[in-house]
C-alpha cells in the first residue's frame, strides 16, 4: 500500500490514491488538478522515504472535486454571575481533494495501485450444487 504524509493548510494529512480528503480552502477551481509539493514521508512496498523536512522530488497529484463549508462550531461564552453570555458560530471553507497519485523523483508509485483496483473482477458468488430429487 502506497500513501503519503503532506502539509497543506497548516495541517499533516496521511493520504492515499484514488482516495478524497476535505483540506482548508485552496485558490484553485473545481476540476483543475493541483500539484502538492509539501510531502514529509512518502510510504511504497515498506521502502520509507523520511524528508528534513520535505522529501525530495516527491509530489502528490490532485484533482479539485469542489469547494464546501464545514460543519458549524457554536463559540458560546458566559462569565458566571455577570449577566454576560456570547453565542458565536464558525464555519470553516473547504476544498474536496481527489488524489491521483503519489510520485517520487518523477516516477508514478500510486497510480499503480489505482489501476489494479479498477481492473480486478468482482468475485461472483457461487451457484449452489444442485441436487438429485427423486
Known sequence: MTYAIIETGGKQLRVEPGRFYDVELLPVEPDETITLEKVLLVQHEGGVSIGQPFVEGAT???????????????????????????????????????????????????????????????????????????
Do not use: D, F
Not at 454571575?81 to 476544498?95: A, L, N, P, V
Not at 497519485?101 to 473482477?121: D, K, R
Open 60 to 134: 502528490v497529484e490532485a484533482t479539485v472535486l469542489r469547494h464546501l463549508r464545514g460543519r458549524k462550531v457554536i463559540v458560546y461564552k458566559m462569565r458566571p454571575k455577570k449577566k454576560t453570555r456570547k453565542k458565536r458560530g464558525h464555519r470553516q471553507e473547504i476544498t474536496r481533494l481527489m488524489i491521483n497519485s503519489i510520485s517520487l523523483n518523477s516516477s508514478a508509485l500510486g497510480e499503480e495501485q489505482q489501476s489494479q483496483a479498477a481492473a480486478a473482477p468482482e468475485a461472483a458468488p457461487e451457484a449452489a450444487p444442485e441436487t438429485a430429487a427423486e
